[in-house]
C-alpha cells in the first residue's frame, strides 16, 4: 500500500469519526432535551400534586407534632422542586430556548460565577440578535464547560465574556486571570474537554483556539460562520 493509498484511507476514517462524533453530539443534545422536557412535565406535576396534598394536609391536622412532620416534609419538597429545577437548566436552558443565546449566557455565567465568589465582565451582541439554534447551542456549551473548567481548576478572580457578530458571523472570548496551564501538558485539566469543543466548532466550520500560560491564565476563542 503505497503513501497516498495510506493518506486517502486516514482522511476517510477521519471524515467517517467526525461525522459519528457530530451524529452523536447532536443526538446527546436532542436526548437532553427530550429529558429535560420529561422532568419538567411529569416530575414537575407530581411534585406540584404533592405540595398540593400536603397543603390539604396541613389545613385538617392539628396536632402539633403532625404539623412539625408535614413541615419537614414541605421542606423536602421544596428542595425537590429547586433540584429538578437545576437539573433542567442544565440539560437545556429555558432562557435559550425562549428569550435567545445573549440573555441566557449572562444568566448562566452570572449565577455560576456568583456562586464561586468571580466577578464577571461581559459584553453581549444585542438581543434582537437572532442565532440559529444550533450555532447558539454550541455556543453556549462552549462557554459550560469552560466556564466550569475555570472554577473548578482555575483559582480565578476575574472572567470575561465576549461575544460578537457581524455579517461574516459570531466571535466568542471566554478569559480568566487564574494560574493557567501548560497546553502541552497531558494533565492540562482542560483536556477531557478540549476534544469536544474543538469538533462542536468545526463541525460548524468555524475555528477553535485555546491559549494559556502558566501563571498567565487562560483564553478560549471560538469564532462561527453565519449558517
Known amino acids: 500500500m503505497g503513501t497516498g493509498e495510506i493518506d486517502r484511507l486516514v482522511d476517510a476514517r477521519t471524515r467517517e469519526l467526525?461525522?459519528?462524533?457530530?451524529?452523536?453530539?447532536?443526538?446527546?443534545?436532542?436526548?437532553?432535551?427530550?429529558?429535560?422536557?420529561?422532568?419538567?412535565?411529569?416530575?414537575?406535576?407530581?411534585?406540584?400534586?404533592?405540595?398540593?396534598?400536603?397543603?390539604?394536609?396541613?389545613?385538617?391536622?392539628?396536632?402539633?407534632?403532625?404539623?412539625?412532620?408535614?413541615?419537614?416534609?414541605?421542606?423536602?419538597?421544596?428542595?425537590?422542586?429547586?433540584?429538578?429545577?437545576?437539573?433542567?437548566?442544565?440539560?437545556?436552558?429555558?432562557?435559550?430556548?425562549?428569550?435567545?443565546?445573549?440573555?441566557?449566557?449572562?444568566?448562566?455565567v452570572e449565577a455560576a460565577a456568583g456562586k464561586a465568589g468571580i466577578q464577571t465582565h461581559i459584553t453581549l451582541p444585542d438581543e434582537s440578535e437572532t442565532i440559529p439554534k444550533g450555532i447558539a447551542i454550541t455556543l453556549f456549551r462552549i462557554v459550560q464547560e469552560g466556564l466550569s473548567n475555570i472554577i473548578r481548576h482555575a483559582n480565578a478572580g476575574q472572567v470575561t465574556l465576549e461575544l460578537g457578530a457581524d455579517s461574516n458571523?459570531?466571535?466568542?472570548?471566554?478569559?480568566?486571570?487564574?494560574?493557567?496551564?501548560?497546553?502541552?501538558?497531558?494533565?492540562?485539566?482542560w483536556r477531557h474537554g478540549i476534544m469536544?469543543?474543538?469538533?462542536?466548532?468545526?463541525a460548524l466550520g468555524g475555528r477553535f483556539v485555546l491559549e494559556s500560560t502558566p501563571g498567565h491564565g487562560t483564553t478560549l476563542t471560538a469564532a462561527l460562520p453565519r449558517a
Open 18 to 108: 467526525s461525522a459519528l462524533s457530530s451524529h452523536l453530539q447532536n443526538l446527546a443534545e436532542k436526548e437532553k432535551s427530550e429529558l429535560a422536557r420529561t422532568l419538567h412535565d411529569e416530575l414537575g406535576g407530581l411534585l406540584t400534586a404533592a405540595k398540593m396534598d400536603l397543603s390539604w394536609l396541613q389545613s385538617r391536622l392539628e396536632n402539633p407534632a403532625h404539623q412539625e412532620r408535614l413541615a419537614q416534609l414541605g421542606s423536602v419538597l421544596d428542595e425537590a422542586m429547586s433540584l429538578k429545577r437545576r437539573v433542567v437548566e442544565e440539560l437545556r436552558p429555558s432562557l435559550l430556548d425562549h428569550f435567545g443565546l445573549a440573555t441566557a449566557l449572562r444568566a448562566y
Open 169 to 189: 458571523g459570531y466571535a466568542l472570548t471566554l478569559t480568566d486571570d487564574g494560574h493557567g496551564f501548560d497546553l502541552n501538558s497531558t494533565q492540562g485539566h
Open 196 to 202: 469536544g469543543m474543538q469538533h462542536r466548532v468545526r
